[in-house]
């Protein structure tokens, strides 16, 4: 079993949109596949056509307690016969936003409880849908991956999100003694515009071993299915066939080698792994203030 978190501290970037693309991707390929909305927004959840679930996310990491998470898993909305193998999901609701605040009083597993929880989970490929912050929610998902992928998106400030999340993906990688790998820099949501082009050369220049290609296109198509819960092959609309094709080479070099942050010196210098140049205020170094080292 492979699981890769999908991640980002940016709202907006498409983060669900490429989880549900590849997860569709994988399931058109035949691999047992399970989305895990970890994100309170629940978009994954609903984007997968999942209303009102009984049992969520939620109870499996409040629980504490093995296979926990594998009871919480639920099948999908989407039609099955799209698929080799349909994705499953386990899902969200807005009730994860209260667990973070609880999680932060643990003094001993508040970054492993989903770990604990996805042990005897049966499935080929894990996709875990992280919230939009570098919160407990997130380390509990980087903790439990084997994989990071990183959405971000052509903009002026993409660059310097990138750094920081690899910044501090790579202090956790570091206190899990490099069993966290960073599988690529999704680049989702590129417009046939100049200044797309231009900040995705930036990406490409500052994390040349990192970035996926090809980038994701911005396309109506992607946008019409989320909107209606459906996997992208459940169209029939011009840009559907140029979009799989995408989604499903990104899927290929996610799964493909992926980086060892330890080894990984980005362009321009710094090294990814080990401590970061400048000090962060995020969960990393909160828990470790509250609880010592993790």
Same mark, same amino acid.
């Given at each position: 079993?492979?699981?890769v978190?999908?991640?980002?501290?940016?709202?907006?970037?498409?983060?669900?949109?490429?989880a549900?693309?590849?997860?569709?991707m994988?399931g058109?390929?035949?691999?047992s596949?399970v989305v895990v909305?970890l994100? *309170?927004? #629940?978009? %994954? &959840?609903? $984007?997968?056509?999942v209303w009102?679930?009984? !049992?969520?996310?939620?109870?499996?990491?409040a629980?504490?307690?093995p296979g926990?998470?594998?009871e919480?898993?639920?099948?999908s909305g989407?039609?099955?016969?799209?698929?080799e193998?349909?994705?499953?999901?386990v899902p969200?609701s807005p009730?994860l936003?209260?667990r973070?605040?609880?999680?932060?009083m643990?003094?001993?597993?508040a970054q492993?409880?989903?770990?604990?929880a996805a042990?005897?989970l049966d499935?080929?490929?894990?996709?875990?849908?992280c919230p939009?912050?570098?919160?407990?929610l997130?380390?509990?998902?980087?903790?439990?991956?084997?994989?990071?992928a990183?959405?971000?998106? *052509?903009? #002026?400030? %993409? &660059?310097? $999100?990138?750094?920081?999340?690899?910044r501090? !993906?790579?202090r956790i990688a570091d206190?899990r003694?490099g069993a966290?790998?960073?599988?690529?820099?999704?680049?989702?949501?590129?417009?046939?515009?100049?200044?797309a082009?231009y900040?995705?050369?930036?990406?490409?220049?500052?994390h040349?071993d990192?970035?996926?290609r090809?980038?994701?296109?911005?396309?109506?198509a992607?946008?019409e299915?989320?909107?209606?819960?459906l996997?992208?092959?459940a169209?029939?609309?011009?840009?559907?066939?140029a979009?799989?094709?995408?989604?499903d080479?990104?899927?290929?070099?996610?799964?493909d080698e992926p980086?060892?942050l330890?080894?990984?010196?980005p362009?321009?210098?710094?090294?990814v792994?080990g401590?970061?140049?400048?000090?962060d205020n995020?969960?990393?170094g909160?828990?470790?203030?509250v609880?010592?080292?993790?």
């Amino acid at each position: 079993m492979v699981t890769v978190a999908i991640v980002n501290q940016k709202g907006g970037v498409g983060k669900t949109t490429v989880a549900l693309g590849l997860a569709a991707m994988a399931g058109r390929r035949g691999l047992s596949t399970v989305v895990v909305d970890l994100d *309170p927004q #629940a978009n %994954a &959840t609903s $984007g997968m056509g999942v209303w009102e679930p009984a !049992v969520t996310v939620d109870a499996a990491i409040a629980s504490e307690r093995p296979g926990a998470l594998a009871e919480a898993l639920v099948d999908s909305g989407w039609d099955p016969a799209l698929f080799e193998r349909a994705p499953r999901i386990v899902p969200s609701s807005p009730a994860l936003a209260q667990r973070e605040p609880q999680l932060a009083m643990d003094p001993i597993g508040a970054q492993d409880r989903l770990a604990i929880a996805a042990e005897g989970l049966d499935a080929d490929l894990v996709i875990i849908d992280c919230p939009p912050s570098l919160g407990l929610l997130t380390v509990n998902a980087l903790f439990a991956a084997d994989k990071v992928a990183i959405v971000t998106e *052509p903009g #002026a400030w %993409a &660059t310097d $999100g990138v750094a920081q999340i690899l910044r501090n !993906v790579a202090r956790i990688a570091d206190r899990r003694h490099g069993a966290l790998e960073i599988a690529g820099i999704v680049v989702n949501r590129v417009a046939r515009t100049r200044d797309a082009r231009y900040w995705d050369d930036q990406l490409v220049e500052a994390h040349p071993d990192l970035v996926v290609r090809p980038a994701i296109r911005m396309r109506a198509a992607v946008a019409e299915a989320s909107a209606a819960s459906l996997p992208l092959h459940a169209l029939d609309r011009d840009g559907v066939a140029a979009a799989i094709e995408e989604f499903d080479a990104v899927l290929e070099a996610l799964l493909d080698e992926p980086v060892v942050l330890d080894r990984y010196e980005p362009a321009g210098g710094g090294l990814v792994g080990g401590e970061p140049a400048t000090g962060d205020n995020t969960a990393v170094g909160e828990l470790e203030a509250v609880h010592g080292e993790l």
